[in-house]
């Protein structure tokens, strides 16, 4: 009976990953042939990888997409830090005045904010700097609202659970509470850290609507509107169906994210290897 | 000797919090003062207060319209990612069924995926099987959202089931109750946090998305989202930010819902990693 079960819950679990992923196994078998649609089969090529090679604007795209996507990140990870430490040393009051307003972007609709930031942009442009300001920068500021919080509500845990006899453990042997700061909560909070950094990659990498809204001339484009991976294929997909090279470059980003979940597993195992080990000597 | 370690407490204190003050900045100058901007634009028309842009709002039925048709679309998402995720989460945290971690972080890889890139391929995909978005808009919206959304309610949901105390489950079974009778009495109070996470990140973004409906429904479905952003390409700034408003509103209300449901702050997207 638990058996059967079993298997029935597997292959629940099979067939939703299956349906999930069904869609861009579709673009990637398909990559293998140049017909312009889907459920064409024009003969087995590489066709579409040789053009994708050749093909300056998706490259433009997909650099500005990682350009932003790191930048973005290591502002917010700067910033989204420094906060919670700053927040955490604060009144109760003002804590959690920091812990409600970053809640706003988490919860809010995207385009909702995306709408604000733009308003505002063409606002300060117009009646501040008499000319457009939407570029790079706003491009930027807009990424970084988009993560921050994530950041933050990653590093703020941490500081919480850590030890705080440790820090004036610290302070008592003689060090300055900069040293304090870099030898003791610094690497207390580096894993949430580095969750709140991925995080705000993934977030980055992804995002439509906020780039949509706050872009402006700029990176790799140069003089005209900054592409990224979402805008382009958004523009070339509005009527028509995927183009083929973009077939080829899922490809490419389904075996990126494969590798992604590699390395993921294989640290979740060494960590609960670990976790046994610890839990052994004790 | 104690009094001078508390004075020295509250100086680091003090030094520490002033490293709050650029996010501070950051928050009042890009997510503060944006949205009183919105409100600003939504109660004015060139420069002066008016109610114009209410008025439009309210009066008009084609604007009621696609919030009630957007509100609905949400609801049916919602629904369907929560029946499909909810005895996946169950399956996924349950060790008696499942002991593979890699499927819950392949559960979540497709976030991963570029989702304009995955919405044209979901469209692609229900090209060649017939279901065209021009012929069944409807349809073809549902299942991109499904698609979209599922991902995030799986996430919230097996985070709480991981936390499931089962021995109340089999206290019930053992005590006579029936499966659905477990179900109702000893699962599905222990996961409301979950559902209601799962519920917010799947009706909010749903309702205020316009790519997703945009792409798939071949432009025969206008949500919330795409009207905002159609208003907002026609230069009507005032009735944008009304209805950009409008959404604010509903945020507020779910954000006040999650507090009251979700004590602890950790959960959804936050656990990722």
């Not at chain 1, 312009?36 to 090679?53: A, D, E, M, R, T």
């Not at chain 1, 809010?108 to 442009?125: R, W």
């Not at chain 1, 899922?250 to 494969?258: A, K, P, R, W």
Request: proline content about 4%; glycine content about 6%; charged content about 15%.
């Amino acid at each position: 009976m638990v058996k059967v079960k079993k298997v029935l819950a597997q292959t629940y679990i099979w067939l939703v990953l299956l349906l999930m992923y069904l869609p861009v196994l579709v673009l990637i078998v398909f990559s293998f042939t140049t017909a312009k649609q889907v459920g064409q089969w024009s003969g087995f090529s590489f066709g579409l990888y040789k053009n994708l090679l050749t093909s300056r604007e998706i490259w433009v795209a997909v650099g500005n997409t990682f350009i932003i996507a790191f930048t973005s990140a290591f502002v917010s990870v700067v910033l989204g830090s420094i906060g919670a430490l700053g927040s955490f040393y604060s009144k109760k009051k003002w804590q959690s005045l920091y812990d409600n307003v970053t809640q706003i972007p988490i919860v809010n609709a995207e385009i909702v904010m995306a709408l604000s930031l733009c308003v505002m942009f063409t606002f300060i442009g117009t009646y501040v700097f008499h000319n457009e300001i939407a570029s790079y920068w706003t491009l930027l500021i807009g990424h970084v609202v988009l993560s921050i919080p994530f950041v933050y509500i990653s590093v703020k845990p941490k500081l919480q659970q850590m030890d705080p006899s440790v820090y004036e453990a610290a302070l008592d042997l003689g060090a300055t509470p900069m040293q304090a700061l870099r030898k003791v909560i610094i690497p207390e909070i580096m894993p949430g850290v580095l969750s709140g950094f991925l995080l705000a990659i993934t977030l980055s990498l992804d995002d439509f609507v906020i780039t949509q809204f706050t872009r402006g001339a700029g990176l790799l484009s140069g003089n005209s509107q900054i592409e990224t991976i979402s805008t382009y294929v958004q523009s070339h997909i509005a009527k028509r169906p995927v183009p083929p090279e973009l077939r080829a470059l899922t490809t490419i980003i389904f075996l990126i994210v494969v590798v992604a979940v590699i390395i993921i597993t294989i640290r979740n195992i060494h960590k609960s290897k670990q976790a046994k080990v610890r839990k052994g000597r004790d | 000797m104690k009094s001078n370690k508390k004075k020295e407490a509250k100086k680091t204190r003090r030094f520490f919090s002033v490293f709050g003050i650029p996010y501070a900045v950051f928050l009042i100058l890009f997510i503060i003062i944006p949205i009183l901007i919105i409100v600003y634009y939504a109660f004015t028309e060139n420069g002066q207060f008016s109610i114009s842009a209410a008025a439009s709002f309210f009066t008009s039925w084609a604007k009621w319209k696609v919030l009630l048709i957007s509100m609905f679309v949400a609801l049916q998402t919602t629904i369907i990612c929560l029946l499909i995720g909810y005895p996946l989460a169950y399956f996924l945290a349950n060790k008696k069924f499942n002991k593979n971690t890699v499927l819950v972080t392949l559960f979540i890889a497709p976030m991963w995926i570029n989702f304009v890139l995955r919405t044209g391929a979901t469209r692609d995909l229900l090209t060649w099987i017939g279901v065209k978005g021009g012929r069944m808009p409807y349809f073809a919206t549902l299942v991109g959202m499904v698609y979209n959304y599922l991902p995030f309610v799986i996430l919230p949901l097996y985070s709480t089931m991981l936390k499931l105390d089962k021995s109340l489950m089999e206290a019930a079974s053992d005590l006579g109750a029936n499966p659905f009778q477990v179900f109702i009495k000893a699962l599905a109070p222990q996961t409301i946090p979950g559902i209601v996470s799962a519920t917010l990140m799947t009706f909010m973004p749903t309702m205020s998305s316009y790519v997703i409906s945009d792409v798939l429904s071949e432009n025969m479905i206008t949500l919330f989202g795409n009207y905002i952003n159609t208003e907002f390409g026609l230069g009507s700034w005032n009735t944008a930010s009304f209805m950009a408003m409008i959404m604010l509103l509903i945020v507020g209300i779910s954000l006040f819902i999650n507090l009251k449901f979700n004590k602890d702050k950790e959960g959804g997207r936050t656990q990722l990693w």
